[in-house]
């Protein structure tokens, strides 16, 4: 730790490196953070931010997501921030002058359970709330438009049109550009190394390469965001959790403009992808890692020395009944990554408790991507010193009281939490 008073001796230690100051320092470059800085900049043109990333944009969590923008869905919290993204989307695309190309191939929910059918009536439901189509197939319809799926054991098919899918990368550039186009400084290969503080309020910032000064500092650093945290004596409650899916070959069965499938009784999901599927299961229990033994560079991580494959040949059976080619199709592609996953499936977000001057964007649960937009519009809005527009009570940081995120009880609470999923 660092208090403020200390910084000059901090300085001198850097050997004439500079302080600079900003009004706003980002931590982290993956969409949250891209996201923050474009709302930000949108919003206070007279304001000065930085984004500092110690690899490249938008390549940890990112760029290694399914990226399923599902609007409907039993969270509500996480409606209003999607519709965000969705809309903040088409703003870009305008001031780029250039496409997203989002994928509007709606999503099916299939139910084959009896309880799975009351939670599917329950999500009709919150369409209805929340002014977005949707309704029931027939089997024959839905095997016309997923000549992939086998239809036999579901009692209801639920259809949501709108629902999307995208490029995670291409989304978190965008808003990189955009907020770059407004004056937003964003440096690559900058590694921030510590949070500068006087008692409970933060300061600032030391990095590689300099001492930045802030009125607000926030923690956007994906997987590692409790490594700083830590600093101020609060337990981020979050924790590193492998999420995994693979791609299979090319077939006439995965036509391209075919929705995006949820199966809660397979725990799983699929969509199309470069004319194969693209799809995931959850494991019984899934990988997990302290964020003090995750690399800093995400790739030098081996998530499965097998490709995914044993937890594939495990859990197979269960996406079998729904996909039976499954066991005929070539694995192309396999991808893996780190998602911040909390107990309760849902982000953190909003102001650390007991510090000033301190933000943290963290906790994706694997819809990351999603709620991109209400994310980086609440975080901006709140670092700006304006009320939020959007509900993050869900989201406190401090809704589990003091918890020791790095503890292998609390790492174990958070894997659980993706092994039960049922949704995308």
């Not at 408790?353 to 809005?381: D, M, N």
Request: proline share 5%.
């Amino acid at each position: 730790m660092m208090a403020l008073d200390n910084y000059l001796k901090y300085r001198s230690l850097m050997k004439g490196r500079s302080v600079e100051k900003f009004d706003l320092v980002i931590i982290g470059g993956g969409i949250f953070g891209c996201a923050i800085a474009y709302y930000y900049t949108k919003n206070n043109p007279e304001k000065q931010v930085v984004l500092l990333e110690r690899n490249e944009l938008n390549n940890a969590a990112t760029s290694r997501a399914a990226a399923l923008m599902t609007m409907v869905r039993s969270k509500r919290a996480y409606i209003p921030l999607t519709i965000e993204t969705f809309k903040v989307a088409k703003d870009m695309e305008v001031e780029l002058g250039e496409t997203l190309d989002f994928k509007e191939v709606g999503m099916m929910h299939v139910a084959a359970s009896e309880a799975k059918v009351r939670d599917l009536a329950k999500l009709m439901e919150i369409a209805k709330e929340y002014n977005q189509e949707a309704y029931y197939l027939t089997k024959e319809e839905a095997q016309n438009k997923t000549p992939w799926l086998k239809v036999d054991e579901a009692l209801k098919i639920g259809f949501v049109p709108n629902e999307a899918y995208c490029d995670p990368y291409m989304l978190g550039t965008f808003f990189a550009r955009c907020a770059k186009n407004r004056g937003a400084k964003i440096r690559l290969g900058v590694e921030v190394i510590g949070l500068i503080h006087d008692g409970g309020t933060v300061k600032g910032v030391k990095t590689s390469e300099a001492v930045i000064m802030a009125e607000t500092v926030v923690d956007a650093a994906g997987v590692w965001a409790p490594l700083l945290a830590k600093e101020m004596g609060v337990g981020l409650p979050m924790a590193p959790v492998r999420s995994q899916y693979w791609i299979t070959e090319r077939a006439d069965i995965f036509p391209a403009n075919s929705p995006m499938v949820l199966l809660p009784d397979a725990q799983a999901y699929a969509r199309p992808e470069g004319g194969g599927l693209l799809f995931g299961i959850r494991e019984g229990k899934s990988l997990v890692a302290s964020p003090k033994d995750v690399p800093r560079d995400i790739s030098d991580f081996v998530f499965s020395a097998d490709e995914g494959m044993e937890d594939l040949f495990e859990n197979g059976e269960r996406l079998a009944r729904f996909f039976p080619a499954i066991y005929d199709m070539g694995i192309k592609y396999y991808v893996a990554g780190f998602s911040g996953y909390t107990p309760d499936s849902q982000l953190v977000l909003g102001d650390v408790p007991g510090t000033k001057g301190f933000l943290v964007a963290s906790g994706c649960c694997g819809a990351g991507i999603s709620v991109a937009g209400g994310v980086g519009l609440g975080i901006a809005e709140m670092a700006s010193g304006r009320p939020n527009p959007l509900d993050f009570s869900a989201f406190e940081i401090s809704r589990f009281g003091d918890i020791d995120p790095f503890s292998e009880e609390w790492l174990n609470k958070c894997a659980s939490s993706r092994s039960n999923k049922v949704s995308g």
